[in-house]
Every structure is written in C-alpha cells, then in structure tokens.
C-alpha cells in the first residue's frame, strides 16, 4: 500500500516499508557518484542512490506477480493487455518496449511467448 517513484526520497519510503525481506546490496555506482544500494522486498526491490545529498529512488523492479503498477502491470500477463494499459507510444528494442515519463522510463521486457516477463522503473 505504499506508492513511490523515480526520485522520491528514499528513507521515508524505506521506513513506512520496513526491513527489507530478502536483505540488501550495495556497490559501487556507474551511473551515480558513490554506492548503489539494493533493498530486496517481496515482489520487488529498489535501488536508492545519494543525489546532490539526499538519498532518492533510482530504480524500481518488480520480481513476480504479487505487486503491479499503478497502471495495472503485473509480471506474466498478456502484452498486448500491457501495453493497452500505457498511455503512448513506446520505443522497442528487441522484446524490450520502454515508456518515458517526465524523468522516469518504464520498461516491459517480452518473455518472447507474448507474456510480461519483466517490469521496471529507471531515471529517463
């Protein structure tokens, strides 16, 4: 029941979240200065990185069918039900078809059977 986004700041949303379920990571960053840090949830896991001092979501991907999108998303439904549930035209690459939002870009990756077979949020 917790929403968040791109660019949120990480540690209220860390902590109406709670520990993470399956742990956390961290190393080095070569998208962001300093260190890449993983929280590991239950249907998802987030990357948090420190941004002009704040720590800020960078990275949203779900892992399985327990969580969905705010647009109804969830790991192996139909793609074409997916993308009627986007608003725009995505650019494709292969199986992956990307969706860009102000400053985020949502990304849907084929399984190559017409199924969602992954799901993910980065900065555009």
């Given at each position: 029941?917790?929403?968040?986004?791109?660019?949120?700041?990480?540690?209220?949303?860390?902590?109406?979240?709670?520990?993470?379920?399956?742990?956390?990571?961290?190393?080095?960053?070569?998208?962001?200065?300093?260190?890449?840090?993983?929280?590991?949830?239950?249907?998802?896991?987030?990357?948090?990185?420190?941004?002009?001092?704040?720590?800020?979501?960078?990275?949203?991907?779900?892992?399985?069918?327990?969580?969905?999108?705010?647009?109804?998303?969830?790991?192996?439904?139909?793609?074409?039900?997916?993308?009627?549930?986007?608003?725009?035209?995505p650019v494709q690459n292969g199986q992956v078809y990307r969706f860009v939002s102000g400053?985020?870009?949502?990304?849907?990756?084929?399984?190559?059977?017409?199924?969602?077979?992954?799901?993910?949020?980065?900065?555009?």
């Amino acid at each position: 029941s917790v929403k968040f986004g791109i660019f949120d700041g990480a540690e209220p949303i860390l902590s109406a979240l709670g520990e993470p379920v399956n742990g956390t990571f961290e190393s080095e960053s070569c998208a962001y200065q300093g260190k890449d840090y993983f929280y590991y949830y239950d249907g998802f896991e987030l990357m948090v990185n420190d941004i002009d001092g704040t720590l800020r979501i960078t990275g949203i991907t779900l892992s399985d069918d327990t969580v969905q999108t705010p647009q109804g998303l969830k790991i192996g439904m139909a793609l074409d039900t997916a993308l009627s549930l986007m608003d725009g035209t995505p650019v494709q690459n292969g199986q992956v078809y990307r969706f860009v939002s102000g400053t985020a870009a949502l990304m849907l990756r084929d399984a190559g059977d017409g199924t969602l077979a992954a799901i993910s949020y980065t900065a555009a």
